[in-house]
């Protein structure tokens, strides 16, 4: 497993356990992104695609690519960015983790580990706001979630996902979820008596989290590795029971 380090929110203070995301290199290697001991992360108010990458390079192989730059969703609704530590990686580099084989990152954070019957969940790299859709909707299927499709023309009801008992709505861009979208999510959800999530890149609003909370919209944000992250009550609650929170 990679090493866990204490990184505390800078948008409300709380601290947390973070677990670096593992990556499988193009060799086969398993690779960690070193976070920097001390440095201090930044809330994302303003996602750039270009800010999101970090070209690192392989210890293993010596193969240089791109690679997204550790990211976490806090429970107050802040999108937090930690910097990498190339001098730990060596010029630059990636720093090995001790498990044979790639595996998909590892939870960070508070989050409930998936029921044991569960593969690992592979995730899809997000480079486009077409893969944020297509990362979304592997993560459904891997909750359980059968039959899960792009909905069509989400202009009649901003429903991007649908699956058996699901509707969701998937926000690739750069700015903060407001709270109408998430009361969109959950009046398509009363009105299909379906099961609904949310999945933001740039992460949600003060008012729309809240909103969510007093609702139970699940609520995920994603980084560019394309695994979500339960950033609510509801959202842990989904990845606990997968369908059957229906």
């Known amino acids: 497993m990679a090493e866990s380090v204490l990184v505390r929110c800078p948008a409300c203070r709380r601290d947390h356990r973070y677990t670096a995301p593992t990556y499988p290199c193009a060799c086969g290697a398993p690779l960690c992104l070193p976070v ?56 630059p580099g990636l720093m090995p983790v001790p498990h044979a084989g790639g595996t998909a990152p590892a939870p960070s954070g508070d989050v409930p580990p998936p029921p044991t019957d569960r593969p690992p969940f592979r995730p899809v790299t997000i480079r486009t706001g077409r893969d944020a859709l297509t990362a979304a909707a592997q993560y459904l299927k891997w909750l359980g979630f059968a039959d899960v499709r792009l909905a069509g023309d989400r202009t009649a009801n901003g429903i991007d996902l649908r699956g058996q008992g699901m509707v969701a709505q998937v926000d690739p861009s750069t700015q903060p979820t ?13 009105n299909e008596d379906a099961v609904g999530a949310f999945f933001s890149l740039a992460g949600y609003a003060h008012d729309a989290r809240g909103r969510a909370d007093q609702l139970g919209v699940p609520l ?18 989904l990845i606990r029971s997968g369908p059957r929170a229906s």
């Open 36 to 91: 920097l001991r001390g440095g201090l992360p930044v809330e994302i108010r303003h996602r750039s695609w270009d800010d999101s990458w970090v070209r690192l390079r392989c210890p293993d192989c010596g193969r240089t690519d791109h690679w997204p730059r550790p990211e976490f969703g806090c429970t107050c609704g802040a999108l937090i960015r930690l910097p990498v530590d190339d001098e730990a990686a060596g010029e």
């Open 220 to 237: 995920f944000v994603m980084d560019l590795t394309g695994t979500p992250q339960p950033v609510n009550d509801p959202a842990d609650a």
């Open 178 to 190: 407001p709270v109408r979208d998430v009361e969109c999510l959950w009046l398509n959800c009363v």
